[in-house]
């Protein structure tokens, strides 16, 4: 995992190395500049994960010809690399070199070859190709200046901090999307909408479990230390127990306020399991202390994304000390129907339908958070319930399945994963109720006299009638508003990019005429 960054139109080498320094945190372990005379400059900070002596970025092709930076990891890359090392000599190990020569040979549909998460440029003189991972995984911002109006250059960067002040137009570049120079936007990939499969319960538990295990497995893929978050949640517990089974040690992180109920579900799961297991205690004074840094490397004032934000901020520092490379269980909350509010929903085709929506939106909320958070201590977050793979087969699971109920009529939420993973852990565990980060880890129950001092002298009527088109819900809100609009000299760049948790994030796609 890394930064990216760059322009396309103009060669602008002193610009992209301040965009690079903006994004310092993404790539602590180096960084790189490729300059195309006339047209335009790739740069990158590097995170080492795979090859860390050899896979320096940018990555050129044998003859020079082509050049790549990348951020993000590519799980198939060894069988790609199988498929083109007859016709290539690699200089590397890096699996971004795989994506650099998959794209010579196959143009942009090459990202229909991909597995992984990833966000990355390919210049091969003349012309640009940008592409982004199917769910958004990994995050990817473009901007022009003049209003909107191209002036036939184009800037991208991995997060919208780099571009404040460099684009007066700043978009998310969309999900399942690549931009060519020469073709615009193109998508390659959706949300499966397939309808749910009438099969026997106990093919539809080998075949979650079987799915589950090897997009776990496959992202062990590692050259530097790897570990586990738990919660002590269901979702992170699944994820931890199964790594666990593959890796002779791990070790696994866990944070929260003293006495929370994630604190002493974790201690309980990781006995279980056998992890090397560490935890921190934050105080209310650390929250408050932290909450600028926080929400500036969140680029978000959602009060709910802020709210998770700050146990994740809290066990990604912790994390940072040991590994870096960590497993989320991020996604089993949309595909499995993990939230509450779901069983409000009592028509199975609107709860199909409502669940692929959520997953759809994941990439400027909760993806948002595990990227940001994760990296601005320098390690990646890998999140195996978004396997593409994982999604596909979640979509033909019937919704009764994953808000069965039990011998009460009570209605229990993510009964299928449960079900198909309760091997694995106590049952205490498997069973326990949904509870959300920032719920299990305390983060709430300390919040409210917290926030209630903080926000003391904003005047929220007034506040969030100023800023109407940000549709403020609360004074804790408005407080977390405040501190994204001090962090940055343009906010209202980051704020016209702010998912929201209540409804649907429509972006549309700027006019390009680069």
């Known amino acids: 995992m890394c930064g990216i960054s760059g322009t396309w139109g103009q060669a602008e080498q002193s610009l992209v190395c301040e965009m690079m320094d903006r994004q310092a945190h993404r790539g602590p372990d180096g960084a790189g500049l490729h300059v195309e005379k006339h047209n335009g400059v790739l740069g990158h900070r590097r995170l080492s994960i795979m090859d860390p002596e050899g896979g320096k ?45 998959l794209y010579e040979e ?28 199917p769910i958004g995984i990994k995050p990817l911002y473009y901007g022009v200046r003049n209003g909107g109006n191209s002036d036939g250059t184009l800037y991208f960067a991995s997060e919208l901090k780099a571009l404040v002040g460099v684009s007066d137009d700043v978009r998310e570049f969309p999900p399942g999307t690549f931009y060519h120079s020469r073709q615009g936007f193109l998508p390659y990939y959706m949300v499966p909408a397939d309808a749910p499969d009438d099969v ?20 062990l893929m590692s050259d530097v230390p790897l570990g586990a978050f738990l919660s002590g949640g ?71 994304l802020v709210r998770s934000a700050i146990p994740c901020y809290f066990c990604s520092k912790l994390a940072s000390d040991y590994v870096k490379v960590i497993l989320t269980g991020e996604g089993a909350d949309e595909l499995f129907a ?20 959520s997953v759809t939106t ?18 990646e977050g890998r999140v195996p319930f978004l396997d593409v793979a994982m999604i596909k087969l979640a979509q033909t699971i019937p919704p009764e399945l994953k808000l069965a109920k039990d011998s009460d009529g009570k209605r229990i939420e993510k009964w ?42 904003i005047d929220f009527s007034a506040y969030a009638a100023r800023y109407a088109d940000d549709r403020l819900r609360s004074p804790e809100e408005a407080l977390y508003h405040q501190f994204l609009i001090k962090a940055f000299s343009r906010p209202q760049l980051v704020l016209r990019n702010v998912g929201r948790w209540s409804q649907p994030h429509i972006n549309s796609v700027l006019p390009m005429g680069c």
């Not at 565990?429 to 926000?455: C, H, M, Y």
Request: hydrophobic residues 35%; aromatic residues 8%; proline residues 4%.
């Open 57 to 101: 970025q940018p990555i050129y092709s044998e003859h020079n010809t082509a050049v790549i930076v990348a951020n993000g990891e590519i799980y198939n890359h060894r069988d790609l690399r199988h498929g083109l090392e007859s016709h290539h000599e690699f200089r590397t190990d890096s699996d971004s070199e795989v994506v650099l020569h």
């Open 106 to 133: 196959q143009g942009p549909a090459m990202v229909q070859e991909l597995d992984g998460m990833f966000a990355f440029a390919v210049s091969n003189g003349n012309e640009l190709f940008l592409a982004r991972d």
């Open 200 to 219: 026997p319960l106990e093919t539809c538990l080998r075949r979650l479990r079987q799915t589950l295990e090897e997009a776990v497995v496959k992202r």
């Open 234 to 304: 269901l979702d992170s517990s699944i994820i931890a127990a199964i790594a666990r089974q593959y890796m002779s040690e791990l070790h696994t992180f866990a944070v929260g306020v003293e006495g929370s109920p994630d604190v002493e579900a974790a201690r309980v799961v990781a006995k279980y399991i056998g992890s090397i297991h560490h935890e921190y205690l934050y105080t209310p004074q650390e929250v408050m202390a932290k909450l600028p840094e926080i929400i500036y490397h969140l680029e978000s004032f959602d009060q709910d």
């Open 338 to 357: 993990g939230y509450t509010y779901y069983k409000d929903i009592h028509d199975p085709n609107m709860l199909h339908s409502e669940l692929r929506r």
């Open 362 to 379: 994941l990439h400027n909320i909760n993806l948002q958070r595990v990227d940001r958070l994760t990296m601005c201590h320098g390690i």
């Open 416 to 457: 299928i994963l449960r079900k198909a993973c309760e091997d694995l852990l106590p049952p205490e565990i498997v069973w326990r109720d949904k509870e959300q980060f920032d719920e299990g880890s305390g983060t709430v129950d300390l919040l409210p006299e917290l926030i209630q001092s903080a926000a003391q002298n």
